[in-house]
């Protein structure tokens, strides 16, 4: 198999329409196996994993954040955020596989929208370049006879979650149902169980034996079982529709109650006390202005006039002082002129010195005639005024003006919803109906949760008896084997389930013993410590694993590191795909997160150019960074940088690595 193209449309981080090449090329006369793609965590990689997994297997895709959540639900929320969930989401898939010597083109599209608040989902495939209706319609069958959905688990992993194979409690199971699936050893699995089924429809047509009453009395106690089991199973029906109705109802009563102001109802105390609060705080701001106003406030209507007033007293004052010093020097002036007769000056010169200072001397009486008379202590609360005064009693007014107008709107709006709350007797209806339907919605849930427990049991109880009725059978069947021709038929299929079980012991044992081979070489191929484990052994019955050192002693799994741990895991998974007869691509993601320098080397040098025919590998530039970029770069057919654009918070996909300045290697071409 291999992955021509990936085309995504407004699926998770990527908006519009993104196509990706996944087909290897040739680079220099040899293939090139690896398509890198490069982001930061949280930039879109393991999307591209979980859209693969997404468009093949549907409903079944383990995909990263689906989580507990309905396919429907995660249907919607993959929609990108910024999209019409009508205009919906899709995901195409284009792949070679060849069978039986022939190779074949399947194009598979998985699109969704969301339609009247329901998510519609399609599926189409082409083959060859033709639309298939029957492979549409079927191709969750026809994808398991592709590409098992459980080998591919094992082939489009993500390297950080698959430690588990390395955990004794879960290995076993999951190896178990890899390597069947894997090496075809399900088949024969199928064949005894089926050769079984019939072994039991020739049991019921034996009558000779002494416990056949015994054996009729299983079946009927059986029949009944089933018929109860199908009594529940209807009755659980039943209950189910009635459940969903109340649950609707509920939702309907719960609406109904908030149209008619259920939730101003409840919020009625905690409204008629915000209204306490602002009605005092009112007052409060009102008696501020009103204290305000009996102080100096008013004199900022007539602030021209305090001016004036400023400009008078200031005149005044300028006019007295002058008469102060004109008096003062009238009188200096007259002792002057009296020393110079007495002197005996000449008159004269007295005359021209007393006419200088009669122009030298201010005259009384020039300025403002006094009207005010302002002490020094009012003049001084007058210049304090105009300096600071009315600007702080203007501001202080503003701002007490604005909270009163804030106060007001709000207790405005309070009062509206207290005017909108209903009376009691308004709401007691609609209360009524809400705990009514709320009540009748929890019992129909809790009697679908007994109907489902008891349905369980029944099940059990029901396997008890089959298994009870089965060796009874087998029983039955060994008395009269020999007498009747039911018996030799039954002869025969015990023989043909001996045979098959043998077959299936020889045929687990020589392929698990290739696969320990396998698994063995790749561990020790990709540890950094070499003499850590010598040998990887697993039981053929129980597929449970053990680790060997070179002594012959066990290795605890305890002893791995986790980045051991993760490479053992890697080492089992290039196993198996090395042994099974369908070689897949691999797709890895986040590979090196826990891996120290030694082991990521190694992956980088020995694992990812030998992975597959095709490896997809889903990175960190702190994971491939610089130079295993370089080391890695005549491997990789093609590289795209996955660039997150955290204001639109989406992704966009451009050919090229964090480093790479030729996107695209001349001399390529596609494989």
């Not at 076993?172 to 005894?192: H, M, N, P, Q, Y």
């Not at 202080?396 to 909270?403: D, K, P």
């Amino acid at each position: 198999m291999i992955l021509q193209q990936l085309t995504l449309r407004n699926f998770g981080l990527y908006c519009d329409e993104h196509l990706f090449d996944l087909a290897p090329a040739v680079k220099r006369q040899r293939v090139a196996p690896i398509i890198l793609f490069g982001g930061i965590n949280g930039g879109g990689k393991t999307t591209i994993l979980d859209a693969i997994q997404l468009v093949l297997y549907g409903n079944r895709a383990r995909c990263s954040k689906r989580g507990d959540k309905a396919y429907d639900d995660f249907l919607r929320e993959s929609i990108h955020h910024g999209v019409d969930p009508a205009m919906g989401a899709a995901i195409q898939l284009c792949f070679r596989f060849a069978a039986e010597g022939e190779e074949h083109l399947y194009e598979v599209t998985r699109a969704w929208s969301v339609v009247r608040d329901r998510v519609k989902e399609r599926v189409e495939v082409q083959k060859d370049g033709e639309p298939d209706g029957w492979l549409s319609e079927n191709w969750n069958q026809v994808v398991e006879e592709l590409i098992p959905f459980g080998i591919a688990q094992l082939c489009f992993f993500d390297a950080e979650k698959i430690r588990f194979l390395a955990e004794d409690e879960t290995s076993s199971a999951a190896l178990g149902l890899a390597i069947k699936s894997l090496l075809g050893l399900d088949l024969a699995e199928r064949l005894v169980a089926n050769a079984g089924t019939l072994e039991a429809r020739l049991a019921r047509k034996t009558r000779k034996s002494p416990d056949l009453e015994e054996a009729t009395r299983l079946e009927t106690a059986l029949k009944q079982k089933q018929d109860e089991i199908e009594r529940v199973q209807l009755e659980k029906g039943a209950v189910e529709n009635p459940r969903q109705r109340a649950t609707k109802r509920l939702k309907d009563a719960e609406e109904a109650f908030a149209k008619v102001g259920g939730k101003l109802w409840k919020q009625r105390e905690q409204l008629t006390k915000r209204r306490g609060e602002l009605e005092f705080q009112l007052r409060a701001c009102q008696e501020r202005l009103v204290t305000l106003s009996a102080s100096e406030l008013p004199l900022v209507l007539v602030a021209g006039l305090v001016d004036d007033v400023s400009t008078q007293v200031h005149q005044e004052t300028m006019a007295s002082e002058t008469d102060i010093i004109t008096r003062l020097l009238t009188k200096r002036d007259e002792k002057l002129l009296a020393l110079l007769k007495h002197e005996k000056v000449r008159g004269e010169v007295v005359q021209r010195v007393a006419t200088f200072l009669d122009a030298e001397r201010p005259q009384k009486g020039v300025g403002s005639k006094p009207r005010l008379r302002l002490s020094d202590s009012a003049r001084r609360g007058l210049e304090h005024l105009l300096a600071r005064g009315l600007k702080e009693h203007r501001e202080t007014a503003t701002q007490l003006l604005a909270e009163l107008d804030k106060g007001r709107r709000e207790l405005e709006q309070v009062q509206r919803s207290l005017a909108a709350t209903p009376d009691e007797e308004a709401l007691h209806g609609v209360s009524e109906e809400l705990k009514a339907a709320a009540s009748d919605t929890a019992e129909l849930n809790q009697q679908a949760v007994r109907l489902e427990k008891q349905l369980e049991a029944l099940v059990a109880e029901r396997g008890e008896i089959n298994e009870r009725l089965k060796k009874l059978q087998r029983k039955v069947l060994d008395e009269q084997i020999q007498s009747e021709e039911g018996g030799r038929m039954a002869a025969l299929l015990q023989r043909t389930q001996g045979t098959m079980k043998q077959f299936l012991r020889l045929a687990t044992h020589r392929k698990i013993d290739r696969l320990s081979g396998l698994v063995s070489d790749c561990f020790r191929y990709l540890l950094r410590k070499k003499t850590l484990v010598q040998r990887v052994l697993i039981a053929p019955d129980t597929f449970a694993i053990t680790l060997v050192d070179d002594s012959g002693r066990t290795v605890a799994k305890e002893r791995l590191s986790k980045g051991e741990k993760q490479i053992f895991a890697i080492s089992v998974l290039w196993g198996l795909s090395q042994a099974s007869a369908r070689p897949l691509p691999a797709i890895i993601d986040t590979p090196m997160a826990r891996l120290d320098v030694a082991h990521r080397r190694q992956l980088v040098e020995k694992y990812f150019p030998r992975a597959s025919h095709q490896v997809i590998i889903l990175s960190t530039d702190t994971e491939i960074e610089r130079n295993y970029f370089h080391e890695l770069q005549p491997h990789i057919a093609r590289a795209y940088h996955l660039n997150y654009d955290e204001a639109r918070k989406r992704t966009v996909a451009t050919e090229g690595y964090f480093w790479d300045a030729e996107p695209r290697a001349e001399g390529s071409e596609g494989a």
